[in-house]
């Protein structure tokens, strides 16, 4: 069956400047260097990289949190990057984030009613009854009681505010949520609940996920297909299925190694040194510095994406 694409991203760049310091001047981070993407209605689409690849940003642009240089991105078929206000106030209903802190996420002078009826009196010309029937509805939805509605965000664990931020972004509805390292300041042991409850939106209400994080395991478990990100680039991307089970990218095979319970061979292949500065990128394949595999073209030339469904970016495959 035909995949319908909900977001298609297209050559999309993302900088930012900063100050050197005590140096003086600026630098300009290239976080996102020429990303193209489709994301399938439906879908849990894993972005996956070390910390500083640039998914963070990525996930931030595709939501319109963070202005894009150059590139396209389209919402249903609609051009997202020049949208007017009112366009853009319906943006927002359809496309939602999750954060990773649900510590900093909610705001904690606020009962949880109020942070969760915020998003529904901004956008929407709801009757209070109606805000509130959809707050009920949906604090239930993620396993809470209507009880907790009068309670302020510190008198609940890491889980429970981590299910009250889903919460938060699924009262205008979404088609679409963007989840920053969900379950990564929680502990272990309610991790499993909170992944579960993603799954179990996802398959009841065909809710599309792209899913931001650095945890392997997870992706295993929770996603379609993973995009392996590395200094602002897409360097393999495909099937969950097939990318843990014949990666190709040196970079991806890297990353699968770290993990014993992907890793059944026990077998790890250690990179050389550690993630060049997204303000310094290197020439050619900006993984050349680190490669097993570098071959003197790759210092000086960029490989293409090769392949339909698993595309890779690397010489090894031309
Ligand atoms: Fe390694 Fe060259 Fe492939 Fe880059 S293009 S990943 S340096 S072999």
Redesign the pocket.
């Known amino acids: 069956m035909q995949e319908k694409t909900l977001v298609k991203i297209q050559n999309l760049f993302v900088e930012y400047r900063t100050n050197k310091g005590v140096l003086g001047g600026e630098s300009i981070i290239h976080a996102v260097n020429g990303v193209s993407l489709d994301i399938y209605k439906g879908e849990i689409l894993a972005i996956a990289g070390e910390s500083g690849c640039g998914k963070s940003t990525l996930a931030k642009a595709i939501i319109k949190l963070e202005p894009a240089k150059s590139g396209q991105i389209f919402f249903n078929g609609k051009d997202a990057l020049s949208l007017n206000k009112k366009d853009l106030k319906d943006f927002r209903k359809h496309a939602q984030m999750v954060f990773q802190n649900p510590y900093a996420s909610l705001n904690p002078k606020m009962k949880i009613i109020d942070i969760l009826k915020e998003p529904l009196e901004i956008n929407t010309d709801y009757s209070q009854e109606k805000i509130i029937e959809i707050v009920k509805e949906k604090i239930k939805l993620v396993g809470l009681d209507e009880n907790c509605l009068e309670l302020f965000p510190h008198e609940f664990s890491g889980g429970q505010r981590q299910r009250i931020a889903i919460a938060r972004a699924l009262v205008l509805n979404p088609e679409f949520i963007l989840a920053d390292e969900p379950v990564s300041a929680l502990d272990v042991s309610i991790q499993a609940q909170v992944i579960n409850l993603l799954k179990e939106l996802k398959e009841k209400y065909n809710l599309t996920f792209v899913l931001i994080t650095h945890d392997m395991s997870v992706i295993e478990y929770l996603a379609d297909r993973v995009a392996i990100m590395y200094l602002g680039e897409i ?1 393999e991307s495909g099937k969950t299925s097939e990318i843990f089970s014949a990666p190709l ?3 991806t095979k890297a990353l699968l190694s770290s993990v014993p319970q992907i890793n059944k061979s026990g077998r790890k292949i250690i990179l050389k040194g550690d993630l060049p500065s997204p303000a310094n990128l290197p020439q050619g ?1 900006k ?2 510095t680190r ?1 097993p ?3 003197e073209k ?1 210092k000086n030339c960029i ?1 293409d994406e090769k392949g339909i469904s698993h595309k890779v970016k ?3 495959y031309e």
Do not use: D
Request: proline fraction near 12%.
């Open positions: 360097v990218h040196p970079y394949c993984f050349h490669c595999y570098v071959m790759c490989p690397c010489f090894l």
